[in-house]
């Protein structure tokens, strides 16, 4: 609950500069008679929400699980990988460029391959998701396990710790916050990915929802589908950052601390 808490606090002002947006921008739409399918009034947008409800719930299910799955596989792979080439320097200097060369290329020209590859189901639109998340997370995982003290590995080896032992309490700790930062910018990524897959073969989900509205020249419901992945996003970084507070109280307590000194 602290955790939940202290997170809320440092959202405050974003919150209200998002209320302060909403306010102009409604009086904007009021003044200027701006026609609603060029830029609806915020009021409008969130009738929309109210008249499409029954028709959202199966669209939000279907996209926020392609996200979570999508998320979880990647950082699944992500750990894997980073493990992986930590443990070899030759397998880190022949895999870390393709990996980086893996980036270059497009989303949305390797979703019809995969839709191809294995259908019109949850799979494809899962890998995508897991495509664009695992990157963050397998950079940042190797920055951080080949920036760990050096003086304190050697200081455990001297000890007689094995090569786990200095995994588990020198090494890994050190790479969360590098691990959080990579997965905080794959939560903001998983959404948006669904979303694009969706695009390319589906029959269910944000993305098509978002469609249909562009088709039908409906710009409220369009701003309605762009507020719940944006929802959706903002969310699942919400639950990342809380994990994060979690799982490393101490460099929470220490930015606090520093924070109350300064």
Known sequence: ??????????????????????????????????????????????????????????????????????????????????????????????????????QTIPIIAIAPLLIIWFGYGILPKVLVVALVTFFPVVVNMIEGLQSSDRDMMRLLQSMGSSRWQTMRYVRFPHALPYLFTGLKIGATYSVLAAVISEWVGASKGLGIYLVRAQNSFATDKVFVSIMIISFLSCLLFFITVLISRWAMPWKYKHMKKGSGES
Do not use: N
């Open 1 to 102: 609950m602290k955790e939940l808490k202290d997170v809320t606090k440092a959202g405050s002002p974003a919150i209200v500069t998002v209320v302060m947006f909403v306010l102009i921008w409604e009086l904007i739409v009021r003044i200027t008679g701006i026609e609603p399918y060029i830029l609806p009034a915020p009021s409008e947008i969130f009738l929309a929400f109210g008249e499409s409800w029954t028709l959202l719930p199966e669209h939000i299910w279907i996209t926020a699980a392609e996200a979570l799955l999508g998320f979880s596989l990647g950082i699944i792979v992500a750990l894997v990988i980073a493990l992986s080439l930590d443990a070899s320097v030759i397998l880190r200097k022949s895999v870390y460029p393709l990996l980086l060369f893996s």
